[in-house]
């Protein structure tokens, strides 16, 4: 506005070019323009206006031309009542109005509705320099809104006040149904109040059942000598009634004359002492499903908040009523399902869908998974920390799609704490909604399927091993067969043959299954095989003790099979005082170990040894060339007159047997993260485990005491610890650094002047440790368990199952 004012064209105002204005003008004008509030000066005959800008927001549509325009121009709406104020200011009177109505018309349109504004306002003179009023001063503040409020809060104190008595009354039937669970009850304490309230003879509920014709009141009220209801009635008695109840138009003032009663039924009404009568229809799905209705002995006009007070009475009983059905209901299958819940093997639990809170858990919990159902209620995640970490998240995962509304089943493991066992555990999740079909609840059907699922897997492995050895056996014998018929002169040799190497093949793989790993010692290959041939005391054996892997074992049985039948049939065993000694070494070849194996006869009959070597037979070709091929070694066999020789050198390989299957392994529940059976031995240890983080230190002290190790703890903070440390002193010991009020070592420095090593387990690189901690083993968040039972055990010098440090 101020703006506005210096580039108004005022030379064509009757107030003339500003530097010819009066200083009392001037003065004015400068006090107004930054005024906060709503301020115009009305100056010279015509009282032509200058505002500022909190004026300018009480003009509306009339800003800008208002401007320099006469106040008569710019609001000849409320000129009525301005004229006679100007004109008492104008002798030098100032006026203040509060809360004045003003009706003006700010919209600018000629057909502008005027607007009642609210102002508290105040008019003053401007004088010039000789003390005559020249102008007027009008400040003004619009309580338009304010006053509006303050009528909105009259009106709403009014209604308020009109309504306590009603409040009081309703409250009073809230309290008296609250404490009641019968039907019957209910509808007699109601229907008491509502005829104490009203002052009628009789009030009563009655429930009416279209479909077979009735009408039942449970219980009413009388007073007066008036007869009771109660009872069983049929709809036709009362037709009238009824089609008044639906209509809606239940109110009869006199029953002798109102048109809704029909002539014959007046009688009986005059009879039961019911001459006026009020009733409140309760129409559910279309359905006239019951009324509250009152009876007076004398005829009464009844008023509209009597009939209102029905209708909200009505539905209160109805409402009562039906919950208290629908509890008693639901206490009667709340019981069957807690005696079904009660004789299952399986658990059942049932959880909030939006917190995941225990609401109920059967005692079957116990049982599979350990923990008790009372701890379930208590801690939601107590279940949740028993799955296995590597499988928890996907777990956690399926369970949200439950609370979406899925039916989800799922396997899973978990360790149990009770025996410290892994179990499989499977489980059927699903939704419980509501009326309006949201899920309010999930639940969960569980079992322990440990057994059947290790027994169904356990099966089908011995199926597939049973399968592939039958197909490897007999593609063996085959061979076996096949090349026996080329050395055989005859059948009855033949059959010789076949028999014995079929007996070896038996013999090598009783003594593979008869170790727990499938390998064999040397030296039970060799004897066993002179032992099946017979002449005790004709043969000796020397070398150390070397374990073989079921293919060497396969393979060197059949040489020495071999080499055996053919020292019977020709060689040093064929005459009593031949011999044959048989040696082995090891050595280093290229940085491996090799079996060098000799084989040697002395005393065989001169004429049969020289003839031997024209017939390349089984065991020459098995010796000479499966070695080689099979076992990346060599093999040769040689005769001299005192009998065969035989020289093989092979590396010390693992391979496995041709019998051996390749099936998988018999599924097992340990495994994963938790299983420790192959990690370093802590038994005798006692770890304090530190951790604020429930999930990080459940896993690691399942990891440690998985290892043999006793924990103390877990500890979620350092006065826990403090606490453990006052009652055992530990041999070890596992720290968080944060136990969430950021890096503390002051647990640190007690456990070192108490001379007990630990490490530290942490999210925090290496620059947050502090120099005086330098050298304590720290390992980085996420830790994996075996990780951590590994750093213990490296550090106090415990050794490995497999015997490396």
Partial sequence: MARRIRAFDWPGTPLGPTGA?????????????????????????????????????????????????????????????????????????????????????????????????????????????????????????????????????????????????????????SDALRPLSGPAGLQEAACRILAEQLDVDRAYYVEVDEAAGTARVAQDFVRGGAPSLAGEHRIADFAWAVANLYQDRHVVSDTRTSGLVPPADRPISAALGIIACMGAPLIKEGRLVGALCVTASHPRDWREDEVGLMREVAERIWAAVERARAEAALRESEERFRQFAASSSDALWVRDAATFAFEFASPALETIFGVAPDKALAEPRLLSALIVPEERE??????????????????????????????????????????????????????????????????????????????????????????????????????????GRLLTLARVQALLTRSANMRAGITAVVGDELAAAGHKGQYALSGPEVTLSPKVAEVLTLAVHELATNAVKYGALSVPEGQVRVSWTSEERRGAP????????????????????????????????????????????????????????????????????????????????????????????????????????????????????????????????????????????????????????????????????FLFITGYDEAAILPEFAGVARLQKPVEPRQLVAAIAEATGLRHPQGKA
């Fill in 594 to 757: 090799w079996l060098l194996f000799d084989w040697e006869e002395e005393g065989a009959p001169e004429p049969l040894a020289p003839a031997s070597p024209r017939r390349r037979g089984f065991g020459t070709k098995l010796i000479e060339g499966r070695i080689p091929y099979e076992l990346g070694g060599d093999g040769r066999i040689t005769f001299h007159p005192g009998g065969a020789r035989c020289r093989i050198e092979f590396p010390l390989r693992d391979g496995a047997s041709i019998l051996e299957t390749g099936a998988p392994a018999p599924i097992t529940v340990f495994g994963g993260m938790l299983d420790m059976r192959n990690a370093a031995d802590l038994t005798g240890q006692h770890v304090l485990v530190v951790e604020d983080d429930y999930y990080i230190a459940i896993d690691t002290a399942s990891a440690l005491q998985g290892a043999g190790a006793e924990v103390l703890g877990p500890c979620p903070t350092e006065a826990a610890a403090r606490e453990v440390l006052e009652r055992a002193t530990p041999t070890w010991a596992v720290l968080d650094i944060n136990l969430g009020e950021g890096p503390s070592f002051s647990l640190a420095r007690a456990l070192r002047a108490r001379g007990v090593p």
């Fill in 394 to 499: 996907e777990v956690s995962r399926r369970v949200a799609r439950i609370g979406a509304g899925e039916r989800i089943v799922q396997e899973y493991r978990i360790l149990r704490p009770t025996d410290r066992s892994f179990r499989w555990i499977r489980s059927t999740g699903f939704p419980l909604q509501d009326e309006n079909g949201a899920v309010r609840r999930i639940a969960t059907i569980a079992s322990d399927i440990t057994e059947a699922r290790l027994l169904a897997e356990h099966q089908g492995v011995l199926l597939a091993e049973l399968q592939h050895r039958v197909r490897n056996i007999m593609a063996v014998i085959r061979s076996v067969a096949s090349r026996t018929a080329e050395g055989a002169s005859d059948v009855e040799e033949y059959r010789t043959l076949i028999s």
């Fill in 21 to 173: 204005w009066p200083p009392s003008l001037r003065t004015a004008v400068d006090l107004l323009v930054p005024h906060g509030f709503a301020m115009i000066a009305l100056w010279g005959p015509d009282l032509i206006q200058i505002y500022n800008d909190g004026y300018r927001d009480l003009m509306g549509a009339k800003h800008p031309r208002g401007l320099g325009q006469p106040t008569r121009e710019c609001w000849p709406e409320v000129w009525h009542i301005n004229a006679p104020i100007y004109a008492r200011v104008r002798r030098g009177e100032t006026l203040t109005f509060e809360d004045t109505l003003y009706p003006l018309e700010r919209s600018g349109t000629p057909e502008g509705t005027p607007e009642n504004v609210r102002l508290t306002i105040t008019y003053s003179p401007l004088r010039i320099e000789d003390g005559e009023v020249a102008g007027i001063l009008v400040t003004m503040i619009e309580t338009t809104a304010r006053h509006l409020a303050e009528e909105a809060r009259a009106r709403s104190e009014a209604a308020l006040r009109e309504s306590e008595a009603r409040q009081a009354f309703l409250l009073k039937l």
